[in-house]
């Protein structure tokens, strides 16, 4: 058998300013361990990839790992990849961005390991074209992408043990592919099973076994610790790697010196094949499965990673407001830019079986930044600004003044968007809608046909997070609701039978107007809708004119309505508002928990205990109000998850023909 080069390298990752105590697990079970491993075995040459934010985080606070880190380092052991320093998506911010964020991690690389790298570990591997260019000006000459980038685009997936050579206005770069087989088999299959799938990559002169994945597999994921080091996984296939007579381990950059490229390569837009399923909306996603499941072996494609930014409106107006941010990036401070790449890390705009959109903190750490930038730039004055910020064909009217950043979209029904406060850099109005995952139907496919343990069989090795079987709660199936609009404040809806808690909780009341899901023109600071009423006789014409005005801390909505439907109705109010801590919230003084209901209010007062606020609500009419705490279902590596994500409530009164409402938000002081 031919010699076989392994070439081995590990990607470190945690979401900027996660929770020090996620940060602490990942360092004690799998980062510290896996290089304590390493330093005993210096001929097992790897490479390594961990972003900027992390990388300085263990410098600071673990420096027994940073100096293992060095140590190898300075052995030979390890190979540096760079990155973008808060680990964006690089084909999801513009050019100058990349740029300066590959250039920072390449400089605290050279700082602290006298290593510039020419090796780039690509976000997600999130693949573009446009990227070539931009990597070769930071001095980048190869990168990884996977073997299904290459196999979905007609390349012999019996080639994979190589690099191959793209170019884009000139400029080349290489790409390896690393191989599916290998992510799938280390650390998870035995020993001598991984060195197999290992040699099925020889079978030409000067081969190569691409593996390039998640550090986290070696230790933090679901069962993984026991497996790889108590029971000695990592440290029985380091050995018998280096004993085996046809596998030697080397440097992605050494094997690209000594071998020539397979050959010129042109790739489209792609991830790798569960991101391009998760990306896709619920019924594409659906077929998809369905035709994987009948034809294994071909590689269908999915989605694109932007579609992230069309699947999940919110993503995409945070992506947006970014984006705008960015281009006015010519006066910020040193401060001020490292706020606007921090806002750019990746883990906050998608969703997968990782991906952070569910993740509320990870949201509000991005506002967080968002709303730093907009401080450090605000002018003196109160400011209004008319256009099309999120790119959906309306326009948006955005309020900035020293306190408050306030936006109102006419495209989703003239609500308010962003409702946040510049002191506390918080958006209390970063809320999100309940939506059909397609592991919503596998859990509810768990839940009728539960497999007795004693039933599911010995597996050898440790289970996948795609493999594994995840433990499902049956409450769960109870907060399985969708929303049918977005979840914003100042909606307004219209029926003819009273709202309570429970329709309002399960989304299950019966909407006769078209005003809460609709357009408005924006005219003049006043939002107009000309629309109806619709029953099952007839339908009658309707208008809704919403007018906001804008003080110091306050925002207030004026709104008309008028109908030529001329018997009772009940109006709602809908309010949608975010908190850290909603469980800690009172609603005049008391918690809102599964459900808070209060009679003949005019005056509601909300006291959050993570801004230290009081967010007063003022009535012109006296109404009830319905809250609730809702919850998403998530999956996550570790199975299905419930989290609080905002408090819903309307105010609620009844009316005839015609409705004149004025209602104030006012943030005060606890």
């Known amino acids: 058998m031919k010699k076989i080069a392994l070439l081995f390298g590990i990607h470190m990752h945690q979401p900027v300013d996660n929770f020090d105590e996620a940060v602490d697990k990942a360092v004690k079970r799998c980062y510290m361990p896996f290089f304590e491993t390493m ?14 934010w992390l990388l300085e985080k263990i410098r600071l606070e673990y420096p027994s790992l940073f100096e293992n880190m060095q140590y190898l380092t300075q052995q030979g052991s390890i190979e540096w990849f760079g990155g973008g320093y808060y680990e964006p998506v690089l084909s999801a911010i513009p050019s100058r961005d990349r740029k300066a964020q590959i250039d920072k991690l390449s400089s605290y690389i050279k700082k602290y390991f006298d290593i510039r790298p020419q090796g780039l570990w690509l976000t997600e591997r999130v693949w573009e074209a446009s990227l070539v260019e931009d ?10 992408v ?7 685009n007609g390349y012999d997936d019996k080639k994979m043990n190589g690099y191959y050579t793209t170019e884009d206005n000139g400029k080349t770069l290489d790409l390896f592919p690393i191989a599916k087989a290998l992510r799938y088999a280390l650390p998870f299959h035995e020993v001598e099973e991984a060195l197999q799938s290992i040699c099925a990559y020889g079978n030409k002169e000067d081969a190569a076994a691409i593996i390039f994945d998640d550090a986290e597999k070696f230790g933090l994921w679901p069962d993984t610790h026991t497996w790889v080091y108590a029971e000695k996984w990592l440290e029985t296939f380091i050995k018998a790697v280096l004993k085996h007579p046809f596998i030697i381990t080397e440097h992605y950059g050494i094997y690209r010196k000594k071998n020539r490229s397979l050959g010129l390569a042109y790739l489209d837009n792609c991830s790798y094949i569960e991101m391009g399923e998760w990306s896709l909306p619920l019924k594409q996603a659906e077929a998809l499965k369905q035709i994987k499941e009948r034809e294994k072996d071909y590689p269908f494609k999915g989605g694109i990673w932007k579609n992230f930014f069309v699947k999940y409106h919110e993503s995409n107006y945070l992506h947006k407001r970014m984006l705008s941010l960015s281009l006015t990036q010519k006066d910020f401070d040193e401060k001020t830019l490292d706020a606007l790449y921090r806002l750019q890390t990746n883990d906050v705009f998608w969703h997968g079986v990782f991906g952070g959109f569910y993740l509320p903190s990870l949201r509000d750490n991005a506002y967080k930044y968002l709303l730093e930038i907009e401080k450090e730039n605000v002018e003196k004055e109160r400011s209004f600004h008319v256009g099309d910020i999120d790119f959906d064909g309306f326009e948006e009217l955005k309020v900035l003044d020293r306190e408050m950043s306030i936006v109102l979209s006419a495209a989703q029904g003239a609500q308010m968007v962003e409702f946040a406060l ?8 970063n809320t999100i809608m309940r939506r059909e995952e397609s592991y919503h139907r596998d859990l509810l496919e768990a839940l009728l046909h539960v497999v007795p343990k004693e039933e599911t069989g010995k597996q050898e090795g440790v289970a996948t997070i795609h493999t594994r079987q995840n433990t499902v709660d049956a409450s769960l199936a109870e907060e399985l609701v969708y929303d049918w609009h977005a979840k914003n404040s100042f909606i307004e809806h219209f029926s003819q039978e009273p709202f309570t808690l429970e329709n309002f909780k399960s989304a299950a009341f ?6 809460a899901n609709q357009p408005f023109v924006l005219k003049k600071k006043k939002f107009i809708r000309n629309g109806g009423i619709y029953l099952k006789e007839r ?5 809704l004119q919403k007018k906001y005005r804008f003080d110091e801390a306050m925002i207030t909505l004026k709104s008309t309505f008028e109908t030529k439907y001329s018997q009772k109705l009940y ?15 009172t609603f005049n003084g008391k918690y809102v928990q599964d459900g808070w209901y209060e009679e003949g209010v005019r005056k509601l007062v909300i006291v959050d205990d993570f801004t230290k606020k009081k ?4 009535s012109s009419m006296e109404g009830t109000v319905f809250a609730y705490i809702l919850h998403t279902v998530s999956k996550s590596e570790t199975g299905y998850e419930k989290i609080a994500q905002q408090i819903s409530f309307i105010f609620t009164t009844a009316f005839a023909s015609a409705l004149a409402l004025e209602i104030s938000l006012k943030v005060e002081n606890v």
């Open 39 to 52: 330093v005993r075995y210096l001929d097992f040459k790897f490479s390594l990839h961990c972003s900027g």
């Open 539 to 543: 339908s009658y014409r309707a208008r």
């Open 135 to 144: 990597l070769n000006a930071c001095g980048i000459r190869y990168a990884m």
């Open 510 to 515: 019966m909407e006769i107007g078209d005003f």
């Open 571 to 585: 109006f709602a109010e809908e309010f949608n508002l975010h908190f850290a801590h909603p469980q800690k919230v």
């Open 422 to 429: 510049l002191e506390s850099a918080f958006n209390w109005q």
């Open 146 to 152: 996977d073997d299904y980038h290459f196999v979905s």
């Open 615 to 618: 967010l007063i609500i003022r």
